[in-house]
T-cell receptor
């Protein structure tokens, strides 16, 4: 059975304190792994797609990496405006995308 | 235009009412989706339309009825809802068929409250 697990559930950082969010997955075959950002009461906003192990993508203070078992979203020197829930979604071969439960990030000034 | 537009933003309806949620995109995307999201939970897939045909119905109760009038529009008709159906309803679209690994663009959602 396909599974997607995100950790930690919640993360509180001081402004400038770098950290990483984790998305572990178990699928028989991976078509793609997606990262989204969601602000309260809003729809998810697409950040990255990763397709194969070893792939990395960057956008401003965010960098996503992928291995055969997990993906990390690294946040470098975060700012308060990076506070949001970060969702990982895994699209298995022959199946539909499944979202993880998300990590709620709070960055204090 | 890279937006998915949903109307209304907020909706309060009684359990005997009939209402509709609307979604529109002009990105030429061929797949459109309805998701339901409860507080502090991830989006749950409800329906997928691919090339204007219903591809997936995730065993959603019949009080929710989707409709895709054309490639740019997606509706969700609501009838005889229950209070537990209160949630954020999200529409999304993606470039190709749902089975392909393309990212989805989400609307801002409709906050539905059933009283």
């Amino acid at each position: 059975e396909d599974q997607v697990t995100q950790s930690p559930e919640a993360l509180r950082l001081q402004e400038g304190e770098s950290s990483s969010l984790n998305c572990s997955y178990t699928v028989s075959g991976l078509r793609g792994l997606f990262w989204y950002r969601q602000d309260p009461g809003k729809g998810p906003e697409f950040l990255f797609t990763l397709y194969s192990a070893g792939e990395e993508k960057e956008k401003e203070r965010l960098k996503a990496t992928l291995t055969k078992k997990e993906s990390f979203l690294h946040i470098t020197a975060p700012k308060p405006e990076d506070s949001a829930t970060y969702l990982c979604a895994v699209h298995p071969v022959g199946g539909k995308s499944t979202f993880g439960d998300g990590t709620t990030l709070t960055v204090k000034p | 235009d890279t937006e998915v537009t949903q109307t209304p933003k907020h909706l309060v309806m009684g359990m005997t009412n009939k209402k509709s949620l609307k979604c529109e995109q002009h990105m030429g995307h061929r797949a459109m989706y309805w998701y339901k999201q409860k507080a502090k939970k991830p989006p749950e897939l409800m329906f997928v339309y691919s090339y204007e045909k219903l591809s997936i119905n995730e065993s959603v109760p019949s009080r929710f009825s989707p409709e895709c009038p054309n490639s740019s529009l997606l509706n969700l008709h609501l009838h005889a809802l229950q209070p537990e159906d209160s949630a954020l309803y999200l529409c999304a679209s993606s470039q190709d068929d749902w089975a392909l690994n393309t990212e989805a663009f989400f609307g801002q959602g409709t906050r539905l409250t059933v009283v």
